[in-house]
C-alpha cells in the first residue's frame, strides 16, 4: 500500500522544456524529502521540507510542501539530459520515524 | 566522510535458502532502515533499527529480521526466500527523529531462482 501518489508515473521531454511532478495523499506528514535516484545506484536526497507551504529552490529545481503537510510539488526549469532519472518523494510520519515513498516519477529528458 | 556502504552488491540465491545483507551507515548516523524495491516502483519500508532495537516496522513477514550492532551497522536476514523476494534492497542511514534526512546506499541486488 503506497501512501503518497506520485503523477505523472512516466514523463518524456524535450531539453529545455519545463514539468511539475506532483506527490499526494491523504495523510499528514512531518517532513517530506524528494530524491532522485539513477538506475544501479541508490536515492540521492535533494530536498527535505518540514513547514507548510515550505518552498526552497534548488538551482533550477523549486520545492513545495503544501500547507495542509499532505501533498508536495517539484517543479524543473529548462530541463537537461542530466535530469533524467526516478524522482521519490518520501514523507516522514509524526507517530514514528517511518518514511512512506511514493510511487516514483521516471522522467526521461530527451537532447 | 565515507556514506553508506551496503554489501554484497549482488546476489543470487535460490528458493528456500536464506540470506543476510549488511549495511554501514554514514557517520555520525545512528539510525538504520532497510527497505525493498521492486524494479520501476518506490522502495518499500521493512524496519528500522535504533539503538539496537527495531523501532518500526513495514508490512512484511517475520522470514525478514534484522539486527544492529554497537557501531550502527547493520544486518537484514531473509529465511526460506521466495521468487517474489527478488529485488534491489536499500539501506538508509540517518540521525533518530521523523524529519531526519535519511541517506541511501546503492543497495544489494538480489535474485532469486
Known amino acids: 500500500t503506497q501512501l503518497l501518489e506520485q503523477s505523472p508515473q512516466f514523463l518524456s521531454i524535450q531539453e529545455g522544456e519545463n514539468l511539475t511532478v506532483y506527490c499526494n495523499s491523504s495523510?499528514?506528514?512531518?517532513?517530506l524529502q524528494w530524491y532522485r535516484q539513477e538506475p544501479g545506484e541508490g536515492p540521492v536526497l535533494l530536498v527535505t521540507?518540514?513547514?507548510?507551504?515550505e518552498v526552497k529552490k534548488l538551482k533550477r529545481l523549486t520545492f513545495q510542501f503544501g500547507d495542509a503537510r499532505k501533498d508536495s510539488s517539484l517543479h524543473i526549469t529548462a530541463a537537461q539530459p542530466g535530469d533524467t532519472g526516478l524522482y521519490l518523494c518520501?514523507?516522514?510520519?509524526?507517530?514514528?520515524?517511518?518514511?512512506?515513498f511514493g510511487t516514483g516519477t521516471s522522467l526521461t529528458v530527451i537532447p | 566522510d565515507a556514506g553508506v556502504t551496503q554489501s554484497p552488491t549482488h546476489l543470487i540465491k535460490t528458493r528456500g535458502q536464506q540470506v543476510t545483507l549488511r549495511c554501514s551507515p554514514k557517520?555520525?548516523?545512528?539510525?538504520v532502515s532497510w527497505y525493498q524495491q521492486a524494479l520501476g516502483q518506490g522502495p518499500q519500508f521493512i524496519f528500522q533499527?535504533?539503538?539496537?532495537?527495531?523501532?518500526q516496522r513495514g508490512n512484511f513477514p517475520d522470514r525478514f529480521s534484522g539486527h544492529q550492532f554497537p557501531n550502527y551497522s547493520s544486518e537484514l536476514n531473509v529465511n526460506a526466500l521466495l521468487l517474489g523476494d527478488s529485488a534491489l534492497y536499500l539501506c538508509?542511514?540517518?540521525?533518530?527523529?521523523?524529519?531526519?534526512?535519511?541517506?541511501f546506499g546503492d543497495g544489494t541486488r538480489l535474485s532469486i531462482l
Open positions: 538508509a542511514s540517518s540521525l533518530f527523529g521523523a524529519t531526519a534526512a535519511q541517506h
Open positions: 495523510s499528514v506528514f512531518s517532513s
Open positions: 521540507v518540514v513547514t507548510g507551504g
Open positions: 518520501a514523507g516522514g510520519v509524526y507517530t514514528g520515524n517511518q518514511f512512506y
Open positions: 557517520s555520525g548516523h545512528d539510525t
Open positions: 533499527y535504533y539503538e539496537e532495537e527495531e523501532r
